[in-house]
């Protein structure tokens, strides 16, 4: 994920949210960097031009509450009007997407009916308005519990002590939902979803067991039902089999009752190639890269085979216990779509229309006379706070005809604009249907010219003179603002030489060397004049490319791996508390000296092996008391009262006697002292027989 930084204000004690944000950096082979708000200055923090919401400019800010922490006797809702109030006006201006978490009660709350109507009015102001305000996103705690359940969330012992109020494995589930929705946020989407059918969309193989005799069982009822909503998202379905089409299509139609129908798919390779080739077929017909694909299957060497063939592919295969299935799906981060547009609710139909525009292109005998009789249309409007998403959206996705491929967030456009850019959407339509938003342009004013900082266009739309007529349009503006020239520059990637092969087309002469690339210079005159014109086979690239290598696996993510290792949280605690504490030290010591020491290891993130060392001189402080007495108490089920840990000779040793002590029921240390030195007076017969005295049934032992 490269350097991210997560600046964190809360109502309560956030900072053990620290270790499992910077565990999942290391996973996701990234630099995470946590900052942490004064205690409970959420209105501050926002408001704060010096703050840490406003120094943050890569990476998230979340916003953490309670509703206990808000007031009480109707204060609290009086209170989430104001927090309201100053996250709509602060959050369009922040640099990077605000998250805003409403974490679960003390459960002694939840007692009072009256306290439950004010959570449920509280929760409800926060979920709309959040959801409601640019570069703001909503995480309610029921999402957190559903992707990582967690039984027991609350902590009373550090609640009263520190103001933590939850458990190690909540502040582990509510950590990973957070950096979940962060890479999300910033990584280029998956697009295509290709699916196996025999054993993955249905139990069987309906070419021997026949179209009638396959079976939709439970975990493929929830696999189709999955790959259904990631649908409705606008994922794009293919089926890549190897089969008899038409027994496939018998299948469908002989279960009619499936949550997946033959529509939902855009295309589909069925056949005896290899499944490798079959995707690159894909990528080529959608004019997609293969990076943006997802294949599953329950072959694992049919998988093996695509990542060494399609290496760019993500090749997953589904859990060898075919019931897993649905959590493994749930925990493929890959698959995460926090915002879900309105142009991606259509994107499975505007596909549709583009693959017949590619047959129609095919058939038609004259290109310049297909696209005049297209009925083109091309609108050019400013962003407004409606369509930011999708142009942030735009950014993220484009590759193919993208200039630049600078990827920005709705903040960075916000960002932009303020400091003079006009940033504007391409919406076009034509006569086989509406496309919606799938253009971008940014330009701003340098000198003489009017200078491109962006200008992308999604791969549907191309072949269609929509580049030709934003250009046009540039050279209009360039005019009306008296300005002479049009410089468009150019970045090279592996992907973007459609853009390439445009511009090289339409320029004037030969682009200038930059330090990133070229830089196309146009006359703004003559770019209003431009038209389309079919591009001719003999045109050769100008400009050599360099497409970067792909290897076994370019991705920096195992997606598989997370979701087949990290799906429970108790999975996550122990990865988290083994993260950094280094291998630990054969030691000699008790039982209970030897848990503490594991215990100091954790906590401390450094190896422990003597039972004398002092817990402050190695690193401990207040927060690590409260976290160390947590500990204590979820391993010996004993509950020390402050004073003992904050004991400024706090060792192994001490910890181990107190730990000791408690859990027979002594509390004075002297009398626990004076018990262990009568102990260690006794003779070895003295010893049994006192033994026996205390508990009889040892004697048959």
């Known amino acids: 994920m490269g350097s991210f930084r997560f600046a964190v204000a809360a109502t309560f004690t956030a900072e053990p949210l620290e270790r499992p944000l910077l565990f999942w950096g290391d996973q996701l082979g990234g630099e995470f960097e946590v900052r942490f708000a004064p205690y409970n200055q959420v209105l501050q923090t926002l408001l704060n031009p010096g703050g840490e919401f406003r120094a943050n400019t890569k990476g998230l800010n979340v916003i953490l509450a309670r509703v206990e922490d808000l007031g009480t006797n109707g204060q609290a809702e009086k209170a989430a009007h104001e927090l309201v109030s100053t996250i709509r006006e602060a959050a369009p201006s922040l640099a990077c997407p605000l998250v805003v978490g409403l974490c679960p009660p003390n459960p002694e709350c939840t007692k009072s009916a009256e306290w439950l109507e004010s959570h449920r009015k509280v929760e409800e102001l926060l979920a709309s308005a959040v959801r409601k305000t640019r570069g703001a996103h909503y995480l309610p705690d029921s999402e957190v519990r559903r992707l990582y359940p967690v039984a027991d969330y609350y902590n009373s012992q550090g609640d009263q002590i520190g103001k933590i109020p939850y458990t190690e494995a909540y502040y582990c589930a509510l950590a990973t939902t957070l950096v979940r929705l962060c890479h999300a946020l910033h990584r280029p989407p998956f697009k ?39 649908w409705e998202s606008g994922a794009l379905l293919c089926m890549v089999s190897k089969n008899n089409e038409q027994d496939v299509l018998d299948t469908f139609a002989a279960h009619p009752s499936m949550p997946l129908e033959l529509s939902h798919f855009v295309s589909n390779r069925i056949n005896w190639e290899p499944k490798a080739d079959n995707l690159r077929s894909l990528a080529e017909e959608l004019s997609l890269g293969l990076d943006s694909f997802i294949f ?31 959590r493994f799906l749930n925990h493929v981060w890959a698959f995460d779509r926090p915002v879900v547009t309105e142009e991606d609710r259509q994107r499975n139909a505007s596909y549709v229309q583009t693959l017949e525009f590619g047959r129609e292109v095919k058939r038609a005998r004259n290109l310049e006379e297909f696209v005049a009789g297209l009925n083109l249309q091309v609108r050019i409007e400013p962003v407004s706070a409606s369509v930011l998403p999708r142009a942030a959206q735009l950014t993220q996705r484009t590759n193919q005809f993208n200039c630049t491929t600078i990827r920005r967030t709705e903040q960075e456009l916000q960002a932009l604009m303020r400091d003079g850019y006009e940033c504007r959407t391409v919406e076009v339509a034509d006569r086989f249907g509406e496309y919606g938003i799938t253009g971008l342009v940014i330009t701003h004013r340098a000198g003489d010219a009017l200078r491109v900082d962006t200008f992308l266009l999604s791969c549907r739309v191309l ?3 929509v580049e030709h007529q934003i250009m046009r349009w540039l050279g209009e503006k360039a005019a009306a603002d008296g300005l002479n020239t049009v410089v468009v520059p150019f970045i090279p990637t592996r992907k973007n030489s459609p853009a390439r092969q445009f511009l090289l087309a339409i320029a004037e002469g030969e682009p200038i060397s930059t330090q990133d690339g070229f830089e196309f210079r146009f006359d703004a005159a003559r770019l209003k004049e431009l038209r389309y014109q079919a591009p001719k086979k003999s045109d050769a690239p100008a400009v050599e490319e360099k497409p970067a290598p792909v290897t076994a696996q370019t991705r920096s993510v195992d ?5 087949r290792d990290y799906s429970t949280v108790d ?3 122990a990865a988290v508390r083994s993260h950094g504490s280094g291998p630990g030290t054969a030691v000699t010591g008790t039982e209970t000296e030897q848990k503490i020491l594991q215990i100091w290891s954790e906590i401390l993130q450094r ?14 402080h207040s927060l690590l008391v409260v976290l160390l007495l947590m500990r204590i108490r979820e391993t010996f089920d004993v509950e020390l009262p402050v004073d003992v840990v904050y004991s400024g000779d706090l060792t192994v040793a001490s910890l181990a006697r107190a730990v000791e002590a408690h859990k027979l029921g002594i509390t004075d240390p002297e009398e626990y002292a004076e018990l262990l030195a009568e102990i260690e007076s006794l003779s070895e017969e003295e010893a049994r027989a006192l033994l026996m005295r205390e508990d009889p049934e040892t004697t048959h032992g």
């Open 296 to 326: 599953l299957d329950d072959n694992p060497k049919e998988c093996a085979e695509v990542a060494e063939g399609a290496p760019e592919v993500l090749a997953l295969p589904l859990p060898e216990r075919i019931e897993e299935t649905s």
């Open 607 to 620: 190896p422990c092996s003597s039972v004398n060392d002092n817990f402050f001189d190695l690193g401990g």
């Open 559 to 563: 997606y598989g791996r997370i979701a």
């Open 571 to 573: 999975r996550i605690v």
């Open 192 to 230: 295509v979803i290709a699916v196996d059918c025999d054993n993955t969309l249905w139990k069987g193989i309906c070419g021997e067991d026949g179209p009638e005799g396959v079976e939709i069982d439970p975990p493929r009822q929830a696999l189709q039902e999955f790959l259904r909503k990631q």
């Open 463 to 465: 072949g269609r003179s």
